[in-house]
């Protein structure tokens, strides 16, 4: 796969994001290659717990604000539906992560952004270094991250979600932990895939039929409602994208300046 690497040890499987270059941003191919690597790990018997995790500097800047430029400058016919391509691609991805039977854990190193945050959120369980930071400032582009929202108020509830939503707040590991975010405190960068496959081994123990049908009593505790609201993201987001405010927020951040909102 061109941006994953898959590696199998025992019974856990490493799923890498392989674009450090661009910080692990969620370009159409890589979502692709996201969900078919999910598919074939799904396939291999032996895999009983996966670790999602990025090479470089960070986990994942979240959407890729260069593909958005290139659908803003498509005619103006086919933006909206390459749009909600787009978004259907993050929002099919994370509704397949918190389907998924096997155990799902996030080893955040580095910043999770937006989106990037979005896939962290649909994991089972997340370990993170001292220096991992999480934010969720779609609403500060001119967008609106209405995958991460949902996953927000669902993981750590409506009061918590605004303030980070509509603030735009960037929080550190510690904070992250202490919304229960985390299943233990911040580590060394050096030691997050380490402690990740601890928790990965841990949840292996059981026999897999067991723990495979525990995540799905957890997924359908959280209801249809959830996974309705990941649905329809997709069209809210990708209405959003046809705004004035978008197209001024993503060329601003590609000309490294501060936005002049209309």
Request: hydrophobic share 45%.
């Amino acid at each position: 796969m061109q941006h994953l690497d898959v590696r199998i040890h025992d019974h856990v499987a490493t799923v890498l994001i392989d674009r450090p270059e661009k910080h692990g941003a969620l370009s159409p191919g890589l979502l692709f290659d996201l969900n078919e690597a999910l598919g074939d790990v799904h396939q291999e018997k032996k895999v009983r717990a996966v670790i999602l995790s990025s090479r470089g500097d960070h986990f994942c800047s979240g959407v890729d604000l260069q593909v958005f430029q290139q659908i803003a400058d498509l005619p103006e016919s086919e933006r909206m539906q390459q749009w909600f391509e787009y978004w259907r691609a993050v929002s099919e991805t994370c509704e397949k992560m918190l389907r998924f039977p096997k155990p799902i854990i996030a080893a955040v190193d580095g910043a999770a952004i937006g989106a990037g945050f979005a896939l962290m959120l649909a994991a089972d369980l997340s370990v993170a270094s001292k220096r991992a930071t999480f934010a969720a400032d779609a609403a500060r582009r001119g967008l609106v991250g209405g995958v991460t929202t949902a996953l927000l108020s669902f993981r750590v509830g409506a009061s918590a979600a605004a303030r980070l939503t509509l603030a735009g707040e960037t929080i550190d590991a510690e904070e992250a932990r202490r919304l229960n975010l985390l299943c233990q405190g911040p580590v060394a960068s050096d030691q997050v895939w380490v402690v990740a496959n601890e928790w990965a081994k841990r949840c292996s123990e059981g026999p897999a039929e067991a723990v495979q049908a525990s995540k799905r009593l957890l997924n359908e505790s959280v209801g249809e409602a959830l996974l309705t609201q990941i649905s329809a993201a997709a069209a809210d987001s990708a209405s959003a994208c046809t705004t004035e405010s978008a197209a001024e927020g993503v060329s601003a951040f590609l000309e490294k300046r501060k936005p002049s909102w209309p």
